[in-house]
Antibody, heavy 122, light 106 residues
Framework: QLQLQESGPGLVKPSETLSLTCNVS??????????WGWIRQPPGKGLEWIGS???????FYNPSLKSRITISVDTSKNQFSLRLSSVTATDTAVYYC??????????????WGQGTMVTVSS | AIQLTQSPSSLSASVGDRVTITCRAS??????LAWYQQKPGRPPKLLIY???SLQSGVSSRFSGSGSGTEFTLTITSLQPEDLATYYC????????FGGGTRVELK
């Protein structure tokens, strides 16, 4: 059974770069043609799609975050990663990684990690 | 960007009630819409995809309908375990979520 697990620092200083990794277990990230995604949720607020990455490296990003985001995939480690630069308090959120239902570029997400809380504060 | 507007933002209902949540898209998205249920401290759970297809393992109390710009999620006979926040998401273009609807017990 495929499982996703986010990991990374829970506290990041303003203006620094947030870095998170999503470890995929129970299946190979490179044997299936999915666009693996990152979604975040500020405390008490709704969901915001951040971006997605194909196992071959193709990415697409939320236009509102595009200038600060890098999403990459490491097939040798069976994981994909998010980097968000120049963070501010508004980037404080629970960050989820997720897998879409099918291998099309845009789809619903049916498998989610448990989420990791990241706080931006000095 | 395609915007999604959910209504109401919150509602109170009794056990056994029929509950309907609406999601309106700012432009036509065919049937590229999903519904999620989220409980506190938990990731979202996919309920409905392609506007009306029930995700495997999800109770048949949940149903979705609509196409184009107007969609509904219906919960027939609300149960205590259905108390949660519900989100719609479009995947016609770059993914985007609605603002959510909180379902509470009356």
């Amino acid at each position: 059974q495929l499982q996703l697990q986010e990991s990374g620092p829970g506290l990041v200083k303003p203006s620094e770069t947030l870095s998170l990794t999503c470890n995929v277990s129970g299946g190979s990230i490179s044997s299936s043609s999915y666009y693996w995604g990152w979604i975040r949720q500020p405390p008490g607020k709704g969901l915001e799609w951040i971006g997605s990455v194909y196992y071959g490296g193709t990415t697409f990003y939320n236009p509102s975050l595009k200038s600060r985001i890098t999403i990459s995939v490491d097939t040798s480690k069976n994981q994909f990663s998010l980097r968000l630069s120049s963070v501010t308090a508004t980037d404080t959120a629970v960050y989820y990684c997720a897998r879409p239902l099918t291998s099309v570029a845009y789809d619903a997400f049916d498998i989610w990690g448990q989420g990791t809380m990241v706080t931006v504060s000095s | 960007a395609i915007q999604l507007t959910q209504s109401p933002s919150s509602l109170s209902a009794s056990v056994g009630d029929r509950v309907t949540i609406t999601c309106r898209a700012s432009q036509g998205i065919s049937s590229a819409l999903a519904w999620y249920q989220q409980k506190p401290g938990r990731p979202p759970k996919l309920l409905i995809y392609d506007a009306s297809s029930l995700q495997s393992g999800v109770s048949s109390r949940f149903s979705g309908s609509g196409s184009g710009t107007e969609f509904t999620l219906t919960i027939t006979s609300l149960q205590p375990e259905d108390l949660a926040t519900y989100y719609c998401q479009q995947f016609y273009s770059l993914p985007h979520f609605g603002g959510g609807t909180r379902v509470e017990l009356k």
